[in-house]
Structures are given as C-alpha cells and as structure tokens.
C-alpha cells in the first residue's frame, strides 16, 4: 500500500514527535527531507527540539534526498530497500550519515 507522502509528513510525523517527544529527542539530529518528484515535498525535522515543519530553514544535520517513488519502496521495507537504494545511488544523504542510519526508529515512534 503506498503511502501519502504529504500526509505523512506533515501530519503523522508531527503527531508521532508531538505524543513522543522523549523517543524523539533520544533519536536527536536536525533531518532535512527532499522528497522529489509527484506528491513530495521537503520538511525539516528538529528531533532535538521535537519539532516537524514544511520548508527547508537550513541547518540540518543530515539531508536525504530521495524521489517519491523511491521513498515508497524505502518506507514499505527499509532495511531491504535503503541499502540497495543508496548504493543504486538513488537514496542520498549529505551531512552525518550515522543520523540517517537511525531514521527508522523515527517512523517507529
């Protein structure tokens, strides 16, 4: 099933930080997504702080860039699918790449 790229972020994501702002913060790291192509977007995630927000504010530990249609296969299996996306060179990160190691804990919260 794929997910709603738009509504994960801008208000499962959120929700999830806002219930749990100690799983959060224990994960830590300012993320910055650019989700490309139909239906992404970009959100800036302050798990310091417990914050979500639309937009690209700099300031991010890590950037991950990744199409949307590539985000769905990511998100649906992400330890089978990161590997192979990132080494396909379709999954990229900038910054601190332990930080992005730890993302699916975020979507674990």
Do not use: C, R
Not at 50 to 76: H, M, R, W
């Amino acid at each position: 099933m794929a997910v709603d790229i738009q509504k994960l972020f801008n208000e499962e994501v959120p929700s999830k930080i806002a219930k749990n702002p100690d799983g959060a913060k224990a994960i830590g790291g300012k993320y910055q997504f650019d989700i490309t192509g139909e239906g992404g977007g970009q959100w800036f995630l302050d798990l310091n702080a417990a914050s979500a927000q639309a937009g690209n504010p700099g300031g991010a530990d890590v950037t991950i860039t990744i199409s949307s249609t590539d985000f769905q296969k990511l998100y649906e299996n992400p330890q089978a699918n990161g590997m192979q996306l990132y080494f396909a060179g379709k999954l990229k990160f900038v910054g601190n790449q332990m930080l992005a190691m730890k993302l699916n804990k975020l979507f674990e919260l």
